[in-house]
Nanobody
Framework: QVQMVESGGGLVQAGGSLRLSCAAS????????MGWFRQAPGKEREFVAA????????YYADSVKGRFTISRDNTKNAVYLQMNSLKPEDTAAYYC????????????????????WGQGTQVTVSS
């Protein structure tokens, strides 16, 4: 199992940047593909980005491509989401997710594909 805690959320003006962090417990962090999702009030949870176990492969939602960057540091059991050029529509609770069986080859964008979830961190972008 893996447990995760997100941090780094906050209030930022449109055009600004934030860096989210997800700290994971456990000695097998490198066995998990990791993802970031977000959920705005009244909306379904949506895929943002994913990264492979070794960090060599990434995948992004079209809505964030070119603005967000996912990365990981397996020596620190952490995954990050650098968010630039933020827009008001990026406002949501952001969650990191992990799974040991998925492959980025299959473009894992569905929440049900991930077994483990953090509690989320709120990002609010003002216009």
């Amino acid at each position: 199992q893996v447990q995760m805690v997100e941090s780094g959320g906050g209030l930022v003006q449109a055009g600004g940047s934030l860096r989210l962090s997800c700290a994971a417990s456990g000695r097998t962090f490198s066995s998990y593909s990791m993802g970031w999702f977000r959920q705005a009030p009244g909306k379904e949870r949506e895929f943002v980005a994913a990264i492979s176990r070794g960090g060599g492969r990434t995948y992004y939602a079209d809505s964030v491509k070119g603005r967000f960057t996912i990365s990981r540091d397996n020596t620190k059991n952490a995954v990050y989401l650098q968010m630039n050029s933020l827009k008001p529509e990026d406002t949501a609770a952001y969650y990191c997710a992990a799974d040991s069986t998925i492959s980025l080859t299959n473009e894992p964008t569905a929440p049900h594909e991930y077994d483990y979830w953090g509690q989320g961190t709120q990002v609010t972008v003002s216009s």
